[in-house]
């Protein structure tokens, strides 16, 4: 049993409130009132924090099995509780590659244990490239989310048969939207798979997801898409639209997407505010120094302890966005796009809960990371606002017991 004493509390419905007292019990929020006494739970004093519902990031890698050496599940999932994540849903670029039953459940095997909700996500394709995984025997075992993100899904025959798939059962297409082999930059890599997935589901009317939306060009399509009425949910990453340090390694800057001009940056955000695109996700991808050191540096950004206080340092601090409006793109939308109920301060709702100290001013170095994973393309940013404790289904999941 948990008692928070004194916080403010704001979520994707409500404004902040005066400080009241919030009591976790059973997993749940037990009740919230202006003085709630339990000498038998744990106290945190929350007077000067605000409690949201913990953060949801739908794009992760967590790089194990396979990859150890990046990442694991306990340091990718601790990197997560300490940024206010309580649910990620896992990437299936792994060793092996969660394309069958028996490999979702070896995948699923190294979860156990992980302080925060993982969803994992199986594979469209074999290895994400050859055959068809089977869908319908993964879906009949839980599987909700499909994609070979890494790598798109690249035979229109096979983005068809899942997005029909998806319709029927109710799973999430996940397109990592980008035509391998091609000039991410004068090619237009990305927009061609945008095109052809929305041209693809105007006629099938599956439950097709974006992910990572990056260019101006990419967004006119979502928008030509509202316009018809054809079903989609998009994604972006902070560093689609907030500048990054300047003066790091060239490889803290390689990304899949590549990182933008101001154009696109622009572009990202008239998206997000006109409600085109409506999750914002991590993409966390781990990497090695030395991997992000040499001369053909590996790809992908670290992130998802970052993902929160990025947002609410870009939007909340600087462009005056309310903060239960930043939490539809970290909360709600993302919590809709899994099959989650999303979390408010109402009695009953799952306890998920980050701690949020807005006062606190810090920067982001890589003894201030827990990840594995140090490479961002923010190191040295100044930020104002720091998840300072964060419960997940009810328990205290950050700090951890040895920083206590
Ligand atoms: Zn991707």
Redo the contacts with the bound molecule.
Sequence with gaps: MILIKNVRTTDWRRAESEPRDLLVSDGKIAKIADTISREDAKIINGKGLIALPGIIDVHVHLREPGYAYKETVETGTRAAAAGGVTTVCAMPNLSPCPDSILHYETVVSFQKGAPIRVIQSCAVNENLKEGRSDWEALSNHGARVFTN??WPIGRCSDMAAILNHSRKSGCVVAE?AEVMGMNEESDRAEEILVARDLMLNERIGGRLHI??ISTAESTSWLKESKIKNIGYTAETCPHYFIPPEKGLPQGYYEV?PPLRGSEDLRAILWALSSGLITVIAS?HAPHTYEEKTVEKPARGLTGVELLFPLCYDFFVNRLKMRLERLLNYLVCAPARLLGLDPVCFEVGKNADIALFDPAAVWTIEESTLHSKGKNTAFLGKQMKGKIVATIASGNLVYPFEEDE
């Design positions: 993100d890494g990592h992910q990572h899949y993409d």
